[in-house]
T-cell receptor
């Protein structure tokens, strides 16, 4: 299984809602990532988890809260989002050790619209 | 910090060869990667160069010159399905938990 899955595929939420994005991989990867991608822009790193511990937070606003319950799952909890947070949210995973970590496997993304 | 420059768009016909250049400025360099992303799809890994020289994978090749802070992705025998965005990316550190920074992306349009 060389796949990263993400649910839901699409999400529309109001600014007062609380929702969660989910990501799952069964490749035994111990590094997992959340990216945000706006239209016609590159992916921008938000968070990195290494061995289920948060290793990088790219100064992301606290209305985004990541969670890594186990080595296969990654969640992104959303609360009080703004319309400018509308984007494609991509999850990725990779092996931890060099040089294999240079290949990141991306999920199909969740397209989020904040009204 | 990291910054990567690549052309915004390239147009070519089927069967042609396209070269996408990427120049970078980094505080630490641990290799140059390339990713392909079709409209509405996820980025997929194409290649990785840690050392100077050319890496060939089928119709795609990637080149790196660390002394020039420069690399390129070569797409040969272009096919319609190659129409996509292509991103170069560099890593800030040795461990997997380090940041991967992407260039702005090059949109390749293949015409019949």
């Amino acid at each position: 299984d060389t796949e990263v899955t993400q649910t839901p595929k699409h999400l529309v939420m109001g600014m007062t809602n609380k929702k969660s994005l989910k990501c799952e991989q069964h490749m035994g990867h111990r590094a997992m990532y959340w990216y945000k991608q706006k239209a016609k822009k590159p992916p921008e790193l938000m968070f990195v988890y290494s061995y289920e511990k948060l290793s990088i937070n790219e100064s992301v606003p606290s209305r985004f809260s990541p969670e890594c319950p186990n080595s296969s799952l990654l969640n992104l909890h959303l609360h009080a989002l703004q319309p400018e947070d509308s984007a494609l949210y991509l999850c990725a995973s990779s092996q931890f050790d060099s040089p294999a970590y240079n290949e990141q496997f991306f999920g199909p993304g969740t397209r989020l619209t904040v009204l | 910090g990291q910054s990567l420059e690549q052309p915004s768009e390239v147009t070519a016909v089927e069967g042609a060869i396209v070269q996408i250049n990427c120049t970078y400025q980094t505080s630490g360099f641990y290799g140059l990667s390339w990713y392909q992303q079709h409209d509405g799809g996820a980025p997929t890994f194409l290649s990785y160069n840690a050392l100077d020289g050319l890496e060939e994978t089928g119709r795609f090749s990637s080149f790196l010159s660390r002394s020039d802070s420069y690399g390129y992705l070569l797409l040969q025998e272009l096919q319609m399905k190659d129409s996509a965005s292509y991103f170069c990316a560099v890593r800030s550190g040795k461990a997997a938990g380090n940041k991967l920074t992407f260039g702005g992306g090059t949109r390749v349009l293949v015409k019949p």
